[in-house]
């Protein structure tokens, strides 16, 4: 699946697999690793960089805040089974919460091939 189809099904409404959205940025971009930061929670760059990938992703095609939720996949999906949580995928918790202003990340760290 190319850029614009992984597109057209996220907008479509379809249930996406993360796996899905990591080949498609293996293929078809290149990204360096970087810090960020998502509503006070700081993540180096040797960790939750598949999140930091979602959200450059999001930024560089202009998704919405609910698009960019759903390219997790069934990480959100185990965040929605679980909304008391506070110990997993605190990526995904701290976006739903304060969307794209709580995020400080250089979205330059993902680029088409």
Not at 1 to 21: C, H, R
Not at 64 to 82: N, P, R
Not at 97 to 113: C, F, M, P, R, V
């Amino acid at each position: 699946m190319n850029t614009q189809q992984y597109l057209e099904k996220l907008k479509s409404g379809a249930q996406m697999k993360f796996s899905d959205f990591i080949d498609l940025i293996a293929r078809d971009y290149s990204f360096s690793s970087i810090t960020f930061e998502n509503n006070g929670l700081i993540n180096s760059k040797e960790e939750n960089q598949g999140s930091a990938k979602v959200f450059c992703f999001g930024l560089m095609h202009s998704l919405s805040k609910a698009e960019t939720i759903k390219c997790f996949g069934e990480h959100y999906q185990s965040v929605l089974d679980s909304p008391e949580s506070q110990s997993s995928h605190l990526n995904i918790r701290n976006f739903m919460n304060t969307g794209w202003e709580g995020l400080l990340i250089d979205q330059s760290a993902l680029k088409i091939k």
